[in-house]
């Protein structure tokens, strides 16, 4: 079925890097843009970057210009969130959704959530 | 960035209730907003879209309306499964911003 799949989240120290990926299935992956949304605990929903579906066009929430970047691979169906200088107000479970391509910019798919920590 | 503000925060109804929760954009979205609900452990789930859609496998007790900058989802007949918390998102700009969610308690 149509699903997503994130990875690559764990504890990390202030400052450090981290790798999040996501794995698409089902569906015709590069026909689609993407979002990682994350919940830090306690708080509510906060949009983290966005890639366009060719990949040639991203955007940020000001919280993470500069330090986390947004990329994809369609060869793959794999999506990935380039995490540098992590911050404490950083820990969240990460989520991967997609965009159904209707107006509006909804998520219609989401996977099921990858932790991370970052603590010292 | 378009700021959401959503109202209340939290509430608590009863089985059978009709309950609304109401979201404000900061600027005119026209019918660009989307409602989600939240559970613990759980991905959010995409239950209106463009304001007054609603997505596929939502039950019908689930409604959206509004546009411009005043937005409105109703549960027409409020079920323990949908004890939970709800967010209005607005999908007109390229940054997609939340509101700060609606717990809904049972």
């Known amino acids: 079925q149509v699903q997503l799949v994130e990875s690559g989240g764990g504890v990390v120290q202030p400052g450090r890097s981290l790798r999040l990926s996501c794995a698409a299935s089902?569906?015709?992956?590069?026909?689609?843009?993407l979002y990682w949304v994350r919940q830090a605990p306690g708080k509510g929903l906060e949009w983290v970057a966005r890639?366009?579906?060719?990949?040639?066009?991203?955007h940020y929430a000001d919280s993470v210009q500069g330090r986390f970047t947004i990329s994809r691979d369609n060869s793959k169906n794999m999506l990935y969130l380039q995490m540098n200088s992590l911050r404490g107000e950083d820990t969240a479970v990460y989520y991967c959704?997609?965009?159904?391509?209707?107006?509006?910019?909804?998520?219609?798919?989401w996977g099921q959530g990858t932790t991370v920590a970052v603590s010292s | 960035d378009i700021q959401m503000t959503q109202s209340p925060s939290s509430l608590s109804a009863s089985v059978g209730d009709r309950v609304t929760i109401t979201c404000r954009a900061s600027?005119?979205?026209?019918?660009?907003l989307n409602w989600y609900q939240k559970t613990p452990g759980k991905a959010p789930k995409l239950l209106i879209y463009?304001?007054?859609s609603l997505q596929s496998g939502v039950p019908s007790r689930f409604s959206g309306s509004g546009s411009g900058t005043e937005f409105t989802l109703i549960i027409s007949s409020l079920q323990p499964a949908d004890s939970a918390s709800y967010y209005c998102?607005?999908?007109?700009?390229?940054?997609?911003?939340f509101g700060g969610g609606t717990k809904v308690e049972i």
């Open positions: 959704a997609r965009d159904p391509g209707a107006p509006g910019r909804a998520m219609d798919v």
């Open positions: 089902d569906f015709s992956f590069n026909d689609h843009a």
């Open positions: 890639i366009s579906s060719h990949g040639n066009e991203d």
């Open positions: 600027q005119i979205i026209y019918n660009q």
């Open positions: 463009g304001a007054t």
């Open positions: 998102q607005q999908g007109y700009s390229y940054f997609p911003t």
